[in-house]
């Protein structure tokens, strides 16, 4: 789950008293990993389609009052087969438990992946609400199977004058950390070169999603192809160009106008000289008598 979606999940509850500080974490002596010196930051399990999968939370409550909590799974849907989300996969032993006073309370549940599952990575959340407050834990599914990176970059255009927008979606079954690079070329060679740098964003398969890249010091007239490249682990990567003119409306505007009002008076002069006909001494001379 990105880390957008789990902030949004644990925003606290406006209340009349500050909420208890309770935490939920995943418990150190479950998930299929080893638990790290300072625990684990997430869920993570991995089994093949049709397996259950076991683990544990601990939801620890330290202040002097009793805490009643609610956990749920929480996940997007699987975009790739309409199927719902890891979010429905999870069943845990007891929806709420009430937690006594300056006291930790594990929670068992299961993961049961189904015998359809897509292979790769599917993102979801245990999340718990309890004393005004939500809280959430990041869960890291893989199903075991032919794995597939895979990226496309698309909608590649310039916003005005001065950033690049374009999107990425991800095309295969793997979580995916892009990189970018940028390259324009004007009438007259380069004019931006913007190396490989990873983006801030995290890619879970089938997610699309749209980015900006300033462009500072773009050129005031010129003609001007724009090529955007992403990779990503697994051999993923694309680009996509796009085509943009750069023109001083300002001061060409000024330029023309100066242009069509020469051009304006001299045909208003013309006009004048016309209709007023040919001058004394000018036309055919007549023979005398």
């Known amino acids: 789950m990105s880390a957008a979606l789990l902030a949004a999940l644990t925003a606290t509850t406006p209340a009349a008293a500050a909420p208890p500080h309770w935490t939920i974490a995943p418990s150190a002596g479950g998930g299929s990993r080893p638990a790290a010196q300072d625990g684990r930051p997430y869920i993570y399990a991995e089994g093949a389609p049709g397996s259950v999968l076991e683990d544990k939370v601990a939801v620890t409550n330290p202040s002097a009052e009793p805490l009643t909590v609610a956990v749920r799974g929480a996940g997007a849907p699987d975009v790739r087969t309409k199927a719902k989300g890891p979010g429905a996969w999870l069943t845990f032993a007891t929806r709420s438990v009430k937690i006594p006073a300056r006291t930790r309370a594990e929670i068992p549940f299961t993961v049961t992946v189904p015998a359809g599952a897509t292979p790769g990575d599917h993102p979801g959340a245990i999340v718990a609400s309890g004393g005004g407050r939500t809280s959430g834990i ?83 007239l010129d003609a001007v192809d724009v090529k955007v490249t992403v990779t ?58």
């Open 232 to 289: 990503a682990g697994g051999g993923a990567g694309d680009s996509a160009t796009a085509t943009a003119r750069f023109v001083p409306w300002g001061p060409l505007g000024g330029a023309l106008a100066v242009l069509a009002g020469g051009a304006f008076a001299a045909y208003a002069s013309v006009r004048r000289r016309r209709r007023k006909g040919p001058g004394p001494g000018t036309g055919n001379p007549r023979s005398a008598p």
């Open 138 to 220: 990041s869960v890291h599914l893989r199903v075991s199977g032919p794995t597939l990176s895979a990226l496309t970059v698309e909608h590649v255009r310039v916003e005005g004058g001065d950033r690049i927008a374009y999107e990425v979606v991800n095309r295969g079954n793997t979580t995916l950390t892009p990189r970018l690079a940028v390259r324009a070329d004007g009438l007259f060679g380069g004019v931006l070169d913007k190396g490989p740098r990873t983006l801030p964003v995290e890619l879970p398969p089938g997610r699309r999603v749209r980015l900006t890249e300033p462009w500072h010091g773009a050129p005031a």
